[in-house]
């Protein structure tokens, strides 16, 4: 049931983001700028001298609302704090910071960098050069790691995968 339950929730991600950023994006633009010609500049008269076809409309609302939906944008990823806010929110229901994805991170650096521990960990104790309180520490580590090469999680997600 949960190979099910996991392509579905594939296919509504998929419908979200083709639905959200492309068909919705391109039907508001057109539905905007056909409110505001036939609602709003059909009715002013100083308006639809200006723009007495909307043709003219769409390319000077487009050359002008453009670069302001960029500026808007930039200010939106740069300057506000909803945009951290949202990336703070993002990593703390992202499973993969508490956990290896799949694939070369897993199956060939976790390993390595075990390995990696557990012979430097060997030699540095061989020399007598490796206090307890540190090596404690490395055993955490290398705890950890072990773990996270297993497919398990480290830290406090909030959802398991």
């Known amino acids: 049931m949960t190979g099910k339950i996991k392509f579905v929730a594939r296919l509504w991600y998929y419908f979200r983001i083709g639905y959200g950023t492309y068909l919705t994006f391109l039907l508001g633009y057109v539905s905007t ?3 505001l010609y036939y609602l709003a500049i059909k009715n002013m008269p100083d308006l639809l001298t200006i723009f007495p076809h ?3 409309f769409v390319v000077v609302g487009t050359v002008f609302g453009a670069p302001l939906s960029i500026i808007i944008g930039w200010l939106h990823l740069k300057r506000t704090a909803a945009f951290r806010a949202e990336a703070d929110i993002g990593v703390e229901s992202n499973p993969y910071y508490y956990k290896l994805p799949p694939g070369y991170n ?3 650096f976790a390993p390595l960098y075990l390995e ?3 012979l ?3 030699l540095i104790e061989a020399q007598g050069l490796l206090p307890d ?8 580590l290398e705890c950890k790691l072990r773990l996270l090469a297993e497919g398990g999680f480290v830290g406090s ?5």
């Open 33 to 35: 700028l056909v409110t």
């Open 54 to 56: 909307f043709l003219e």
């Open 106 to 108: 897993r199956e060939v």
């Open 116 to 118: 990696l521990l557990e």
């Open 120 to 122: 430097l960990k060997r």
């Open 133 to 140: 309180d540190e090596k404690s520490r490395i055993e955490v």
């Open 157 to 161: 997600p909030r959802y398991k995968m």
